[in-house]
């Protein structure tokens, strides 16, 4: 039963974050994110990110670091950087699940958030 309750969340996790994968356009802060991770790959400059040259320190370096490693491997492909943004989001959320599991002792309080 306990396989069923993972197959059954990374299923979700795979179906929510990764149909339609590019059906919605970027908004402006996930504009800025690849633009900034660009610059990061293009400057070789991973530690501090910058865009346009001037320091992007509004937010966490985390989404930028996964976008600055997908855009060497697929440059400017926009359905690339969703699936690694899709990555992340089945990651933390799988993360959340092992949490409320762990805190609760009962995977199931899981899907009643």
């Known amino acids: 039963m306990d396989k069923r309750k993972y197959f059954f969340v ?26 900034t991770a660009r610059e990061m790959v293009e400057e070789g400059n991973w530690l501090v990110p910058t865009m346009n040259g001037e320091l992007r320190l509004e937010k966490p370096p985390l989404p930028t670091w996964v976008a600055a490693i997908v855009e060497p491997l697929c440059p400017n ?28 002792r009962d995977a199931i309080f899981f899907f009643l958030l």
């Open 10 to 35: 990374i299923l979700l996790l795979f179906v929510t974050f990764f149909a339609n994968n590019s059906a919605l356009p970027t908004d402006i802060m996930e504009s800025r994110n690849i633009v």
């Open 77 to 104: 492909s926009l359905s690339a950087q969703h699936c690694a943004a899709g990555v992340m989001g089945v990651v933390w959320t799988f993360f959340l699940f092992l949490l409320v599991k762990f805190f609760t």
